[in-house]
């Protein structure tokens, strides 16, 4: 069993910056690959960023790449999402996700075995 739970969230202006944290329990957590994704009101779940178990592999979609940097710290059993120039459309509950047996998993969120309970981001105009 792995625990997640995220924190960090909150109420930015536009073009403010967040830092949202990912700790993780209960597996080796070098072992884990990792990724953030988030869910708006209304719409699908969508990825924002992956990471593998060395942090040499990462990846990100067009709508946050040059904006987010996902980070890890395996001696903190962390993953970090740095999320720079928010904008209204970043607005989603976020969630952090760990795939068993992976060095990296990507963005296909069925290739994650646990999920986080999500922390709230909300962008102003």
């Known amino acids: 069993q792995v625990q997640l739970v995220e924190s960090g969230g909150g109420l930015v202006q536009a073009g403010g910056s967040l830092r949202l944290s990912c700790a993780a329990s209960?597996?080796?957590?070098?072992?884990?690959?990792l990724a953030w994704f988030r869910q708006a009101p209304g719409k699908e779940r969508e990825f924002v960023a992956a990471?593998?178990?060395?942090?040499?592999?990462?990846d990100y979609p067009d709508s946050v790449k040059g904006r987010f940097t996902i980070s890890r710290d395996n001696a903190k059993n962390t993953v970090y999402l740095q999320m720079n120039s928010l904008k209204p459309e970043d607005t989603a509950v976020y969630f952090c996700?760990?795939?068993?047996?992976?060095?990296?998993?990507?963005?296909?969120?069925?290739?994650?075995?646990?999920w986080g309970q999500g922390t709230q981001v909300t962008v102003s105009s």
């Open positions: 990471i593998s178990w060395s942090g040499g592999s990462r």
């Open positions: 996700a760990a795939a068993l047996g992976r060095y990296y998993a990507g963005g296909d969120s069925g290739a994650y075995d646990y």
């Open positions: 209960g597996r080796t957590f070098s072992t884990l690959a």
